[in-house]
């Protein structure tokens, strides 16, 4: 297993399934130790979005963690990808991709990514429809090129099981998104993760 290189754990955003607004939700995911954060939210305004990027920056920056941004029409240093976006130039210094096949993976490994999603490991209320779930044995099946997170309606138990497949980490949305108390959510996350990769 390839090191992370956001640290174990990434945060996908979804205002749309918050009980409290986004930056809020953010906040408290950061104070349970979420150190890099996806903005998603590309059904906004350009200029919308933008501020909302600056305000998760401003919350990420005091503990030293990355705001990455999803697509590549706002700047940033880390970028992550859908399959049907373009690797942009000038390159962000860290690149990402969604992946679910081996072939989307062997591309993010041709475009020299430095990390991608893998998805769904499980089925997900996030995306309802989105599948089949490959389950820790086709998340297995696909680790081995750029360091792997894995995702797909995740809760702390299956961080474990995802990091003996093989994934670098795992990456969430609704879990965090959704919750009354999105720093405990975070924190059981790590803990489950640092127990994983403990010697």
Known sequence: MTAAPLGPLLVLTDRRQCPHPLPEV????????????????????????????EQLRA???????VLVVAGADLPGEAVHLAQRDAV????????GRSCHDAGEVARATDEGCDWVTVSPVRLTASKPGHGPALGTAGLAALVGGPPAYALGGLSADDAEPCLR????????????????????VVAALLSRLSAGTAP
């Open 26 to 53: 953010v906040g408290a995911a950061v104070d349970g130790g979420a150190r890099a954060v996806v903005l998603r939210e590309r059904d906004l305004p350009a200029a919308g979005r933008a501020a909302l990027a």
């Open 88 to 95: 942009p130039r000038p390159r962000p210094a860290l690149l």
């Open 59 to 65: 919350l990420l920056a005091p503990v030293g963690g």
């Open 165 to 184: 497949a093989g994934a670098a980490g795992v990456a969430v949305m609704g879990a965090v998104m959704r919750a009354s108390r999105p720093d405990e």
